[in-house]
């Protein structure tokens, strides 16, 4: 593929053909998920005039075991935090692209 030797690195050839990882197509699905699903979106972190009421973060539930933070309650949270403003705000049918595009230039994956 793109003509490069059998010992190229998969993660320069997901960069430099611009498609996601199996990881970023996880992430993806999460992001969606947390965009489509008002249940999540309403738990916002405080009603106070703070930064993360402005940035519109999610409050982020408190795990004690490794394995529940691999559930969707925690990582969705997690990475809706870590989107831009711009993402958040928008509707879901603007949003679709800008989300492949910050996934592609932030090399943002959720890692297990």
Do not use: D
């Amino acid at each position: 593929m793109m003509f490069k030797g059998k010992r190229f690195s998969t993660e320069l050839l997901f960069q430099e053909s611009k498609l996601l990882s199996v990881e970023q197509l996880y992430t993806r699905a999460v992001i969606r998920f947390m965009l489509t699903n008002s249940c999540y979106r309403n738990k916002l972190s405080t009603n106070h005039n703070i930064r993360s009421a402005a940035n519109q973060n999610l409050a982020l539930s408190f795990v004690r075991l490794s394995a529940t933070q691999r559930h969707i309650s925690y990582t969705g949270p997690t990475v809706y935090n870590a989107l831009p403003v711009l993402i958040k705000g928008g509707p879901f049918k603007k949003v679709k692209h800008l989300v492949n595009q910050w996934i592609i230039e932030s090399n943002f994956s959720l890692n297990f």
